[in-house]
């Protein structure tokens, strides 16, 4: 048994963690970092797939829609940005290496209409590059003040990628709600930060039906409900629907086997008691 993963994938519904072993990795001889900026979603979202199918080894490909880079823009003060779909980039390797593969996602990101390409290597200017992502869930919150915000996250295979992230920004626009998309992409995942009026009920649920849509439509593209939140409450129909009620029941049998008195964030992660099937 993979005994690590099956207690850290569990959100704490089956143990505590008192300890742990961190194991270190050497830092790369270079870090390069890179920003590109496009005229679509689409177009962006196909450059990290070619990025991805060519195998080019890209240690972190994050990517900032046009509502978040707003957000962004306003909330950071970024200078030399427009509002428009953003890749951010980084490389590690040797110096060679790191701008090979600069130059080679420059490329790929120009065939699809990219621009504005740009990619440092000194630490100020890779952090100043890097301020727009690091601030963007405080960007979001000043986007509406008084407004509350809650994330949902979905990550499906790289070649449903764009599919799934036009689909969802089609039912955020079709339902008039404000909600950006950041999505660590390089492994199809990606995040949806839902705002809404908390005195407008309404409002609060055309949020949840959009986060179960998302989960939905991630599970019907053969990814899965979640690729870091975790399935928490909410997303406990999501799980069922994703594995079937035959894999969420070994998994009570695991949660009884370990927590007995069920004293382990209960009502989380796991559906203890199968739903009634309508009788005909």
């Given at each position: 048994?993979?005994?690590?993963?099956?207690?850290?994938?569990?959100?704490?519904?089956?143990?505590?963690?008192?300890?742990?072993?961190?194991?270190?990795?050497?830092?790369?001889?270079?870090?390069?970092?890179?920003v590109c900026q496009f005229p679509d979603l689409a177009s962006a979202t196909h450059t990290v797939i070619t990025a991805m199918?060519?195998?080019?080894?890209?240690?972190?490909?994050?990517?900032?829609?046009?509502?978040?880079?707003?957000?962004?823009?306003?909330?950071?003060?970024?200078e030399g940005f427009d509002v428009r779909p953003t890749l951010f980039f980084e490389f590690h390797g040797t110096t060679a290496?790191?701008?090979?593969?600069?130059?080679?996602?420059?490329?790929?990101?120009?065939?699809?209409?990219?621009?504005?390409?740009?990619?440092?290597?000194?630490?100020?200017?890779?952090?100043?590059?890097?301020?727009?992502?690091?601030?963007?869930?405080?960007?979001?919150?000043?986007?509406?003040?008084?407004?509350?915000?809650?994330?949902?996250?979905?990550?499906?295979?790289?070649?449903?990628?764009?599919?799934?992230?036009?689909?969802?920004?089609?039912?955020?626009?079709?339902?008039?709600?404000?909600?950006?998309?950041?999505?660590?992409?390089?492994?199809?995942?990606?995040?949806?930060?839902?705002?809404?009026?908390?005195?407008?009920?309404?409002?609060?649920?055309?949020?949840?039906?959009?986060?179960?849509?998302?989960?939905?439509?991630?599970?019907?593209?053969?990814?899965?409900?979640?690729?870091?939140?975790?399935?928490?409450?909410?997303?406990?129909?999501?799980?069922?629907?994703?594995?079937?009620?035959?894999?969420?029941?070994?998994?009570?049998?695991?949660?009884?086997?370990?927590?007995?008195?069920?004293?382990?964030?209960?009502?989380?992660?796991?559906?203890?008691?199968?739903?009634?099937?309508?009788?005909?």
């Open positions: 048994y993979d005994l690590t993963r099956l207690y850290v994938g569990s959100e704490g519904t089956l143990g505590i963690i008192t300890e742990i072993q961190l194991r270190l990795y050497g830092l790369p001889e270079s870090i390069t970092a890179a199918q060519m195998s080019i080894p890209v240690a972190r490909i994050e990517l900032l829609d046009d509502v978040q880079m707003d957000a962004c823009i306003r909330y950071s003060k970024l290496s790191t701008q090979e593969q600069a130059e080679l996602m420059q490329q790929i990101a120009a065939d699809y209409g990219g621009s504005a390409f740009r990619w440092a290597s000194a630490t100020e200017e890779r952090t100043k590059m890097w301020k727009a992502r690091h601030n963007a869930y405080y960007a979001v919150l000043a986007l509406k003040p008084g407004y509350q915000a809650f994330a949902t996250d979905a990550c499906v295979p790289i070649s449903r990628l764009a599919d799934c992230l036009l689909e969802t920004r089609a039912d955020v626009d079709r339902e008039g709600m404000t909600a950006p998309i950041v999505g660590h992409v390089g492994d199809g995942n990606f995040h949806l930060v839902l705002l809404f009026d908390p005195k407008d009920p309404v409002q609060r649920q055309k949020a949840e039906a959009i986060a179960q849509r998302v989960s939905a439509r991630a599970i019907s593209m053969g990814g899965t409900c979640t690729g870091e939140h975790g399935v928490g409450m909410h997303k406990l129909d999501a799980l069922v629907a994703e594995h079937g009620e035959d894999a969420v029941e070994l998994m009570r049998k695991i949660k009884r086997a370990l927590d007995p008195l069920d004293i382990l964030n209960p009502g989380k992660t796991v559906p203890m008691h199968a739903k009634s099937q309508p009788h005909d």
